[in-house]
């Protein structure tokens, strides 16, 4: 996975090196593109905990309830 993010990084890198940014600029940058990965994440996670909330869904719909109480519930054993 990292070989998927390096080169996108090294274009960041070689972009604010050849560029000559000052340093509020490359800061105003940098807070542009966290703020950016910040949404994109939340976005992510949103959608997959839809996926994950479906097919419990399906599965608690395909199992009786009752077995899964079952299954769950601490058993006494008394030897």
Do not use: H, W
């Not at 070689?14 to 949404?39: R, V």
């Amino acid at each position: 996975i990292y070989n998927i993010y390096r080169i996108p990084l090294n274009f960041i890198v070689l972009f604010s090196l050849l560029t000559d940014l000052t340093p509020k600029t490359s800061f105003t940058f940098c807070i542009f593109m966290l703020a950016t990965a910040a949404c994109l994440q939340l976005r992510l996670s949103k959608r997959t905990q839809v996926i994950y909330t479906s097919v419990a869904t399906k599965v608690a719909d395909d199992l009786e309830l009752g077995d899964i109480v079952e299954d769950l519930s601490p058993k006494n054993s008394e030897d």
